[in-house]
């Protein structure tokens, strides 16, 4: 069993930054993939930013250049630094862990408002 607790959501104005956090807990914490989705009214959750058990990050088209995902194994939490917001980064955000799509586990979500 692992539980994912996502913390750092808040209200930024355009062009701001917010970092957000997902600590884990349980068992065996570094052999999962670590994601961050997001998810607005009648869209589907998608996929924003992911790192690899052995550290190698991918992101969506939508935040490359502007989102940063980093993982610290000590900790057993992920990271996702999020700078030049844009108002289309509203969204209520999930922390995702994985393993080899046998295993998976959802945080409870955190809002980011990006609004002037």
């Known amino acids: 069993q692992v539980q994912l607790v996502e913390s750092g959501g808040g209200l930024v104005r355009p062009g701001g930054s917010l970092r957000l956090a997902c600590a884990a807990s349980?068992?065996?914490?570094?052999?999962?993939?670590i994601g961050w989705y997001r998810q607005t009214p009648g869209k589907q959750r998608e996929l924003v930013a992911r790192v690899s058990s052995e550290g190698i990050s991918n992101y969506a088209d939508s935040v490359k250049g502007r989102f940063t995902i980093s993982r610290d194994y000590a900790k057993s939490t992920v990271y996702l630094q999020m700078n030049t917001l844009k108002p289309e980064d509203t969204a209520i955000y999930y922390c995702?862990?994985?393993?080899?799509?046998?295993?998976?586990?959802w945080g409870q979500g955190t809002q980011v408002t990006v609004s002037s």
């Open positions: 995702n862990a994985d393993f080899l799509q046998f295993a998976t586990y």
């Open positions: 349980g068992s065996r914490i570094s052999v999962y993939d």
